[in-house]
């Protein structure tokens, strides 16, 4: 599976979430190189406006908005809402989800800009984590205790899973009986249909 159908991966699993918890859920992710599910309006309780969340997929924890040199920050200044997403470490099946204010990653982000900008390295560019790490160009991380809500859950839908292993049992257990009915019926010179099968199992 190449990278982009991970993220995607990962971002219907936060969809799947969203949903769970009430929200009606419109995508609306455009332009170039702006991946599907990334740019989402979630309504609630109907809402009939929405707050707009954007949902950031990543590996190393660490995620990424442009500043554009004028005091902010592109993207992130058009939300309400910041959805950081990244797989569990050890565990790749599993993601945490955790839900922000935008405000929340604003100021995170605002706060290491001045830093860098006052060592004369307003240039750079930031990424940040919202588990603690040391060190000037992450002076904003450590933001997790702020989360509206984080958990952790399965990238891929159990319920669907469950169905999924259910059918091919299914499946599976009614082709072998099919291989037997057509062996007895070329032994017995009979029909498949003609042929009820009783199997019991002795412990």
Known sequence: MSKSEKENEIRLAAVRILKAKGYVIEDESSGSGVPKLSRLRLRLDGDQVGEMCAVKVTTSGRIHFVHDGAGSFKVLDDMD???HACPVSGDT???RLSMFAQKTIND???????????????????WLNPDREDGDRFVGSGFI?????SETVSIADEDDEAGKR???SQSSDGSIMDVIKEMLSKHMGVSPDKIDIDVRVRV
């Open 81 to 83: 809402l910041i959805l």
């Open 93 to 95: 099946s599993k993601v």
């Open 108 to 126: 995170a982000f605002g706060k290491t800009f001045a830093r860098l900008d006052s060592l004369g390295k307003g240039n750079l560019p930031i």
């Open 145 to 149: 205790g702020e989360a509206l809500w």
């Open 166 to 168: 259910s059918q091919a």
